[in-house]
Structures are given as structure tokens and as C-alpha cells.
């Protein structure tokens, strides 16, 4: 069974850091593309950062702040999120594509690449 667990997520103040993990059981990360994605509810689902076939992608709201990486020997990836704004609240899902990455690098923000999500975590910055 393939499983994505986040942790990382919680309350914290304007200004301040914050680094979520995604941890991938039951399937081999290799080199597939990964995602991070947000939502508040009532809104659609944001693609955050990722990386695909070559590129990392950012949303243009956090470029600048937030870095995405990976850790293929564990397993994991992650989202380092600095100078957090109030606006950042939502519930952060990791997501990984079952396939190889072979779609043009500016799709990865899209939530319909992906196969295997996270039950998401919940990040709230208090102004």
C-alpha cells in the first residue's frame, strides 16, 4: 500500500519558518515528480512547489519563500516555508506521481499529474 504522511505543520506567528516533511511508504520515490499543495476551505486546491521532469516550480505567491527539496535515500521530500504570511494558512498535501515525470515542466503545479496524495497537514500563521 502506498501511503504519504506530512508532519511538520502547526501554529505559528508571521515572520517565522516552518519546514513540512512528506514521508512515501510502499512505493519508491526515485525520481518521479513531487508536489506540495494547499487549501483553505471553500477555495480550490493551490499547486505550491514542485519539482518535475527538470525544473522546480513555485507558485508566484511564495517564490522567494519557500524551497522545495527531496531525499531519495529516505524516501522523503520537503517544504522549507520562510517569512510565513497569514495568507499561507491552509492545509498543506504532499503529492507524488505514480509515473515517470514526461509531461512539459510548467503542468507540476497541477493537482491532476499526481496519483498518490497525503491526508494533509495544517499550517496557520496568526498575524
Known amino acids: 500500500q502506498v501511503h504519504l504522511v506530512e508532519s511538520g505543520g502547526g501554529l505559528v506567528h508571521s515572520g517565522e519558518s516552518l519546514t513540512l516533511s512528506c514521508e512515501v511508504t510502499?512505493?519508491?520515490?526515485?525520481?518521479?515528480?513531487i508536489g506540495w499543495f494547499r487549501q483553505v476551505a471553500g477555495k480550490e486546491r493551490e499547486g505550491v512547489a514542485s519539482?518535475?521532469?527538470?525544473?522546480?516550480l513555485y507558485a508566484e505567491s511564495v517564490e522567494g519563500r519557500f524551497s522545495i527539496s527531496r531525499d531519495n535515500e529516505k524516501n522523503t521530500f520537503y517544504l522549507k516555508m520562510n517569512n510565513l504570511m497569514p495568507e499561507d494558512t491552509a492545509v498543506y498535501t504532499c503529492?507524488?506521481?505514480?509515473?515517470?515525470?514526461?509531461?512539459?515542466?510548467?503542468?507540476?503545479?497541477?493537482?491532476?499529474?499526481?496519483?498518490?496524495w497525503g491526508q494533509g497537514t495544517q499550517v496557520t500563521v496568526s498575524s
Open positions: 503529492a507524488v506521481d505514480r509515473d515517470e515525470a514526461v509531461y512539459t515542466d510548467d503542468l507540476y503545479l497541477r493537482s491532476m499529474v499526481y496519483n498518490y
Open positions: 510502499g512505493f519508491t520515490l526515485d525520481w518521479r515528480a
Open positions: 519539482i518535475g521532469k527538470r525544473k522546480r
